[in-house]
T-cell receptor, first 112, second 113 residues
């Protein structure tokens, strides 16, 4: 099973700043996924990141707010830009391996 | 679009009680269905899955049967333990891309000794 490491595990940020979250997988994967879990809410897919191409964003999410990089088959970053308190959430990285999705521990972001 | 609806929580049970967490879905085509669990302080883990109608997924004493006629995937366990206290998420994926999941709102289960 895939092992996913996310950094940072948590952060408190000032509004108007940006935070970049890193996701490292212990095996090569074609697609990586970024989810958001707002307080008391379910998980919502932000975007799908393929190596060598631009990320595909879900409805309601835009590249200017959540730019994603995917430089190789084991690594991706998600940036939360120009943050506001509404961005306070847990952000999770996920990969799909043999019809099962694996998740990182998540990054708990608080914007003050 | 596709969606998943779970029963609202929190659910509080005594140890050894029977557990049911309801999950219904709306989807075009033939989705695969999943239950994920999030233990306190831990990441999301796959609990069980079913990929076609009438399939039964099972793991750690938990079971769920894919019911196409009622579009349901209810989670059951005959005798819960304190260690089962967690948040449970029902989810579906509409195609072969099992990484692209649609989640229900989650149900918090608290089991008391």
């Amino acid at each position: 099973s895939a092992v996913i490491s996310q950094k940072p595990s948590r952060d408190i940020c000032q509004r108007g700043t940006s935070l970049t979250i890193q996701c490292q997988v212990d095996s090569q994967v074609t697609m990586m996924f970024w989810y958001r879990q707002q307080p008391g809410q379910s998980l919502t897919l932000i975007a799908t990141a393929n190596q060598g191409s631009e990320a595909t964003y879900e409805s309601g999410f835009v590249i200017d707010k959540f730019p994603i990089s995917r430089p190789n088959l084991t690594f991706s970053t998600l940036t939360v830009s120009n943050m506001s308190p509404e961005d306070s959430s847990i952000y999770l990285c996920s990969v799909d391996e043999y019809t099962e999705a694996f998740f990182g521990q998540g990054t708990r972001l608080t914007v003050v | 679009g596709d969606s998943v609806t779970q029963m609202e929580g929190p659910v509080t049970l005594s140890e050894e009680a029977f557990l049911t967490i309801n999950c219904t879905y709306t989807a075009t085509g033939y989705p695969s269905l999943f239950w994920y669990v999030q233990y306190p302080g831990e990441g999301l883990q796959l609990l069980l899955k079913a990929t076609k109608a009438d399939d039964k997924g099972s793991n750690k004493g938990f079971e769920a049967t894919y019911r196409k006629e009622t579009t349901s995937f209810h989670l059951e366990k005959g005798s819960v333990q304190v260690s089962d206290s967690a948040v449970y998420f029902c989810a579906l994926t509409g195609g072969s891309n099992t990484g692209k999941l649609i989640f229900g709102q989650g149900t918090t289960l608290q089991v008391k000794p």
